[in-house]
């Protein structure tokens, strides 16, 4: 627990530091705190040699529990044998064989008992080692994954700048970090975007159709709806974009891209509301 919670502290003020300092400047502070993980890494590999060895041990005792339990089984077998053939010659050698057969049946069932608490603190042992190794791969990733307004920052430059074979990974390594903060429908949108300039209007819809139906309220909601429905028309899919483009009039009525959706629908040929038959 102790080694736990060390983790977790450095962790943090790993995040504290990055979010203060420029994106990948390399400062005093950041070598301190890598040399801090650096050593929590030695420490666990050393309880991974230390389970190691443990482990061997184990094995050891149940190799020895398991060939004493055979020795036994054969000993009984010989000695049933014996007590047939001496039956008809000696009532006492009989009675006497019984008692060590009964003996022998008992050491045998401690033996197994044994055998049963030795495979279980074996199986805990690896429960551990996995816990641990599990923590360490934690422990790694957060000191890999720098701050949110970075990522995110790094994201927007390079998509402002037109590097359409970077950004995108980087808008989704930050809704696969940060995936409930209001700026992973930012990434979301801007996802859908780099696909529509690709001509890619199926990925286009799946990442603006992120936003409207998780970021209704973010301040990219009015545009990705309005783009989803551009996408959609493209697809060839006419009656679900106009459909989209008309809810994005109703909802957003005194909004730019309300303005926006007006002038496609009118190049479609059709009005802004939809016109519904009278009740015969």
């Given at each position: 627990m102790?080694?736990?919670?060390?983790?977790?502290?450095?962790?943090?003020?790993?995040?504290?530091?990055?979010s203060l300092t420029p994106a990948w400047g390399v400062s005093k502070e950041i070598v301190q705190l890598q040399t801090q993980v650096s050593n929590?890494?030695?420490?666990?590999?050393?309880?991974?040699?230390?389970?190691?060895?443990?482990?061997?041990?184990?094995?050891?005792l149940i190799e020895d529990s398991t060939d004493k339990m055979n020795k036994l089984a054969t000993t009984m077998t010989d000695l049933q044998t014996t007590l047939q053939k001496q039956q008809n010659e000696s009532g006492s050698h009989v009675e006497q064989l019984s008692g060590q057969i009964q003996a022998l049946n008992d050491t045998l069932d401690e033996l197994r008992t044994r055998l049963a608490k030795v495979s279980k603190q074996l199986e805990d042992m690896q429960s551990t080692q996995q816990s641990l190794?599990?923590?360490?791969?934690?422990?790694?990733?957060?000191?890999?994954?720098?701050?949110?307004?970075?990522?995110?920052?790094?994201?927007?430059?390079?998509?402002?700048?037109?590097?359409?074979?970077?950004?995108?990974?980087e808008f989704s390594d930050y809704i696969k970090y940060y995936p409930n903060t209001d700026l992973a429908g930012n990434a979301y949108f801007y996802l859908g975007e780099i696909s529509y300039r690709q001509?890619?209007?199926?990925?286009?819809?799946?990442?603006?159709?992120?936003?409207?139906?998780?970021?209704?309220?973010?301040?990219?909601?009015?545009?990705?709806?309005?783009?989803?429905?551009?996408?959609?028309?493209?697809?060839?899919?006419?009656?679900?974009?106009?459909?989209?483009?008309?809810?994005?009039?109703?909802?957003?009525?005194?909004?730019?891209?309300?303005?926006q959706a007006r002038d496609q629908l009118r190049k479609l040929g059709v009005s802004a509301t939809s016109r519904k038959s009278p009740t015969q």
């Open positions: 102790k080694i736990h919670r060390n983790l977790i502290i450095v962790a943090l003020v790993i995040a504290v530091c990055f929590l890494q030695d420490q666990m590999n050393a309880m991974k040699t230390s389970f190691d060895q443990q482990m061997g041990v184990m094995q050891h190794a599990a923590q360490q791969a934690q422990q790694q990733q957060a000191a890999s994954v720098p701050p949110p307004d970075v990522l995110y920052n790094n994201a927007l430059r390079d998509y402002t700048s037109g590097k359409n074979d970077i950004a995108p990974q001509n890619n209007f199926q990925d286009a819809v799946k990442n603006y159709d992120q936003v409207v139906q998780n970021f209704a309220g973010g301040n990219k909601a009015a545009s990705a709806q309005l783009k989803k429905g551009m996408a959609l028309v493209q697809l060839g899919q006419k009656d679900d974009g106009i459909s989209e483009l008309r809810h994005v009039v109703q909802r957003y009525p005194h909004a730019p891209e309300a303005a």
